[in-house]
């Protein structure tokens, strides 16, 4: 059975640096893409990015584009959501997704991902 863990949240200060992780096990995600998500207080959960399954593509949200980067190492079953310049806006619970679908496709809608971690929680302090 799959199993998401993200890792890498905290509490940061403006302008800091993260780098999240999310690593699978109990089944390989080499096939399929991968998303990060987001969720703050009061806030409907919201994509943040996409990479396809040989990370050759990836997609970003227009508020993070240019300061986040998304990647994956297929060796380790790990996807990662690097992120510079972090904003107190960025503060929120991130999660990590499976596509439902296997391919080269690149997806936004909450609905097109069946798998998702616990999340970790991302603070940014101004």
């Known amino acids: 059975q799959l199993k998401l863990v993200e890792s890498g949240g905290g509490l940061v200060q403006a302008g800091d640096s993260l780098r999240l992780s999310c690593e699978a096990s109990?089944?390989?995600?080499?096939?399929?893409?991968m998303g990060w998500f987001r969720q703050a207080p009061g806030k409907e959960r919201e994509f943040v990015s996409c990479i396809n399954w040989n990370g050759a593509n990836t997609t970003y949200a227009d508020n993070v584009k240019g300061r986040f980067t998304i990647s994956r190492d297929h060796a380790k079953n790990t996807v990662y959501l690097q992120m510079t310049r972090l904003t107190p806006e960025d503060s929120a619970i991130y999660y990590c997704?499976?596509?439902?679908?296997?391919?080269?496709?690149?997806?936004?809608?909450?609905?097109?991902?069946?798998?998702w971690g616990q999340g970790t929680q991302v603070t940014v302090s101004s």
């Open positions: 997704a499976k596509s439902r679908l296997y391919g080269n496709a690149l997806y936004r809608a909450i609905g097109d991902f069946d798998a």
């Open positions: 109990g089944r390989t995600l080499h096939v399929h893409s």
